[in-house]
T-cell receptor
Framework: GESVGLHLPTLSVQEGDNSIINCAYSNSASDYFIWYKQESGKGPQFIID?????DKRQGQRVTVLLNKTVKHLSLQIAATQPGDSAVYFCAENKEYGNKLVFGAGTILRVKS | DTGVSQDPRHKITKRGQNVTFRCDPI?????LYWYRQTLGQGPEFLTY????????KSRLLSDRFSAERPKGSFSTLEIQRTEQGDSAMYLCASSRGTGAYEQYFGPGTRLTVT
């Protein structure tokens, strides 16, 4: 069946360092992927997305890489800040406007 | 605030009672989604609407759950005869639905069934 999973449940980084959060997906039919950030007590916040016809997409301090060969997705956060501390989810979609399938999440802790 | 809003933010109820949650999507968005999230897990899809039409329901949505979007704007999610296993965060999201994938989430309603 469909599944999206994360390699690391918790990631601790020093403030100012770069962070890399990984995600594996199993549905090769998925054509759209999103990263969300969720702070305690809040709903998921859209960070960045990528479509399957791309390998890389950059935003402000964030980059998403997609490797369709090994069905792997990663989120890179540059110069990690304390405000980046949250749970990060990757999600996939195989038909636009349809449901998202989420992974379990990675906790990012930024040490000052 | 022009984002997705949900009401109430918190609900505590006794087992067996009925509860209803409301979601107001971003105004120009015609797709509306409901998800459920338990502690330490990612959100799980429940159902979604295109305007007032309910297009898909997850098998997670038992017959005790019903969702409506009567005028294609706000939506309600009702849970009848609540059980302790219904305790979760109920999230609503919306998207433009036309050539757009991004779903924007509300703050959620946290349900505790005692």
């Amino acid at each position: 069946g469909e599944s999206v999973g994360l390699h690391l449940p918790t990631l601790s980084v020093q403030e100012g360092d770069n962070s890399i959060i990984n995600c594996a997906y199993s549905n090769s039919a998925s054509d759209y992927f999103i990263w969300y950030k969720q702070e305690s007590g809040k709903g998921p916040q859209f960070i960045i997305d990528i479509r399957s016809n791309m390998d890389k997409r950059q935003g402000q301090r964030v980059t998403v890489l997609l490797n369709k060969t090994v069905k792997h997705l990663s989120l890179q956060i540059a110069a990690t800040q304390p405000g980046d501390s949250a749970v990060y989810f990757c999600a996939e979609n195989k038909e636009y406007g349809n449901k998202l399938v989420f992974g379990a999440g990675t906790i990012l802790r930024v040490k000052s | 605030d022009t984002g997705v809003s949900q009401d109430p933010r918190h609900k505590i109820t006794k087992r067996g009672q009925n509860v209803t949650f409301r979601c107001d999507p971003i105004s120009e968005h015609n797709r509306l989604y409901w998800y459920r999230q338990t502690l330490g897990q990612g959100p799980e899809f429940l159902t979604y609407f295109q305007n007032e039409a309910q297009l898909e329901k997850s098998r997670l949505l038992s017959d005790r759950f019903s969702a409506e979007r009567p005028k294609g704007s706000f939506s309600t999610l009702e849970i009848q005869r609540t059980e302790q296993g219904d305790s979760a965060m109920y999230l609503c999201a919306s998207s433009r639905g036309t050539g757009a994938y991004e779903q924007y989430f509300g703050p959620g309603t946290r349900l505790t069934v005692t």
